[in-house]
């Protein structure tokens, strides 16, 4: 397979203690690769490295199958959009002056600056100072500026921060467009498993600064199936029943958590549990949060 | 290149930051004219002296602050909007270092040749005999020029790496007072004091006359040795603060 960006053994120390641990990241070209990690993971600081924001301590960049050095760094960069942390922006200006600032440097036509706000939906603010706008507005003008030069590469570090639910299901869809409407890959890192269900086609999960899994979105439906949650009157009868079933439960905060059946497996089951006097009330299916996958990913608790 | 230069004008648009030497020219053109206005200018001969050595003075008192000003317009608009991390994305560090200082030297020559040229002005309104040699012209070119670059590469130092612009601000005037000083204090611990530049560059002696009251100016020679030191400090801090600046870039660590 080939990837776009690929790196090997990235690691990063600040006063000799490793932040990023031997990261090996490969993400395929034309598709939404999301990055996972709790805060602090070290998502930030890798996305930074392959910007050649910060330096690399051990381990190599390349991006597009050229190795980044300090050389060709700006070349290659050219080739992509990049918005990380928050926005930048020059809050005097307005938002098509920034657009300009940013089209200038990359050398691309001033047209694209009417495309990439038709894309962000930003037309009608972009006369508007930048300091009057709202996060969400400063988000989207962020976008905006890492989209100018249809980039074959974009590098999104949590854009969906600081938006209303509006704004962050928009951009959910325009990250999802992206590889199929302009070809273009999008890293997009977050620390929400929900999101990422709804964006990724790959992803990579950082935990203290190791990747400890990176597969297709499919792959890490296997390790983060939903499991099942029932609240009953008598969890004496219920526990009984299920060992006789042979169904593994486990007690969690007064529910009882079993392994996601199939719907008439599910069905055949309360409704032995009701015939066994359990008295069900309440059947809940209940998603493994990110917290949960690291257990099962890393066998101990990650904190998030 | 010249994109690169080019926006960083772009970047200060709406800010007016022409305003700040036009004030500060206004203001040492006022204050030269109440020099002259208190003074009597029986010897017009000695004009053009008393004027270069008034100019001197009044740039080591005003030129600090109005760097220290010019520096803090010009970078605080990267640290206000958090825009290194992008700009270093399509841009070398080293680059945009060069473009930023570029920048404030232009502002700076313009206000130097703006007093070359309100100095003219001024010798020719007292009637001043004589002319400006090309000696006096380049010796202030050095002191007035050279050590105000030197105090604004200073001054851009301070304003990349703040992120309350009260500091490099605050250094500013306290180095005006110290170069003020250097101008009534002489001696060796000025050497690496950048503001006492404007005095140990300094070309114009002056004789007192008690009996008459009446002060002489006539030309000295330059000091070499501080000419030679501020001429390899000036290159060498810009080697140091280029490579600082790339390797600690605000807003990328």
Redesign the interface.
Known sequence: MEYIVETRGLTKRYSGKEVVKDVDLKVPRSCVYGFMGPNGAGKSTTL?ML?????ISDGQVAIGGEKVNRKNR?AI??S?G?L??????????TGR?NL???Q????VSGKEIDQVLKLVRMEEQQNKK?REYSLGMKQRLGLA?ALLGNPSLLILDEPTNGLDPAGIQEIRELIRELPRRMGMTVLVSSHLLGEMDQMADYVGIINHGQLIFQDKLEALHEHSRDNLRLRVMNQTAALHILKREGISCALKEGDLELPRLADDETAQLIGRLCEGGAGVYRVEEKQKSLEEIFLSLTGRRGSL | MLGEWKTEWMKVRHRKIALIPAAFLLFTFLWLSWAAGSVHMESAEDGWLWLLMCLGLVNTILVPTMAAMLASRLCDVELKGNTLKLLCTMERKGRLFDMKLLTGASYLSVYVAAELVMMVAFGRMHHFAGEITLRLLVCFLLQSGLVSLGVLLLQMMLSLFSANQILPLAVGLAGSFLGLFSWFMQSPFWRPVVWAYYNLLGYIGQDWDVESRIVSYYEVPMDRQALIIFLIALPVGYVLGRRLFIRRTPGCG
Not at chain 1, 104 to 107: A, D, G, H, N, V
């Open positions: 930074k910007l050649g924001l910060i330096h700006i960069l050219k992509t990049s990380i942390e928050s926005p930048s922006y020059y809050g005097h200006l002056e300009e600032i940013v200038t440097l990359k050398k930048v500026e």
